[in-house]
T-cell receptor, first 114, second 113 residues
């Protein structure tokens, strides 16, 4: 099983809303990632969790708040977003945060901020 | 200069052609290399991964790494219309003790029936 499951698949939210994106994997991976992808662009790294601890925050605005409740789950809490935050949000996981390890991606949540 | 360079295409080929997709990189700290395929509005799907110079084959796909030239390639034999997608190269390096995946911009491939 190499599946990373993301919910919801689509989300439309207003600029004053609070919503959460969820990501789950049952591969025993200990590193999990959030990426943002705009149309026709590569994924851009937002956050890395390694062994449930935040290890990288790529200077992401505080309106994005990640959370890793346990080794299988990763959330991204959204609050007061802007229309330019509309994008495909991808979760990924890897066996560990290390050099020789490949990442597996979920299908993404397509977020539209209105 | 970007750390990883990849021609965005689009690259159009006839069905059955051999496709060559390439990435160059500037930082010799990159040690592990991956190729992903991404269909429109879907997440990237891992195709190949390798860390050593040379070739690695899996079915119709061959990944090639030349660390001395800082150049990686993905070859697709007997290309099919279903191979039409964006192909992203990715590689890992360390930053502050944690490893990051750095992606190329992706090459859009169209295989014409």
């Amino acid at each position: 099983d190499t599946e990373v499951t993301q919910t919801p698949k689509h989300l439309v939210m207003g600029m004053t809303n609070k919503k959460s994106l969820k990501c789950e994997q049952h591969m025993g991976h200990r590193a999990m990632y959030w990426y943002k992808q705009k149309a026709k662009k590569p994924p851009e790294l937002m956050f890395v969790y390694s062994y449930e601890k935040l290890s990288i925050n790529e200077s992401v605005p505080s309106r994005f708040s990640p959370e890793c409740p346990n080794s299988s789950l990763l959330n991204l809490h959204l609050h007061a977003l802007q229309p330019e935050d509309s994008a495909l949000y991808l979760c990924a996981s890897s066996q560990r945060s290390g050099m020789n390890t490949e990442a597996f991606f979920g299908q993404g949540t397509r977020l539209t901020v209105v | 200069q970007k750390e990883v360079e990849q021609d965005p295409g689009p690259l159009s080929v006839p069905e059955g052609a051999i496709v060559s997709l390439n990435c160059t990189y500037s930082n010799s700290a990159f040690q592990y290399f991956m190729w992903y395929r991404q269909y429109s509005r879907k997440g990237p799907e891992l195709l190949m991964y390798t860390y050593s110079s040379g070739n690695k084959e899996d079915g119709r796909f061959t990944a090639q790494v030349d660390k001395s030239s800082k150049y990686i390639s993905l070859f697709i034999r007997d290309s099919q219309p279903s191979d039409s997608a964006t192909y992203l190269c990715a590689m890992t390096r360390s930053t502050s003790g944690t490893y990051k995946y750095i992606f190329g911009t992706g090459t859009r491939l169209k295989v014409l029936a």
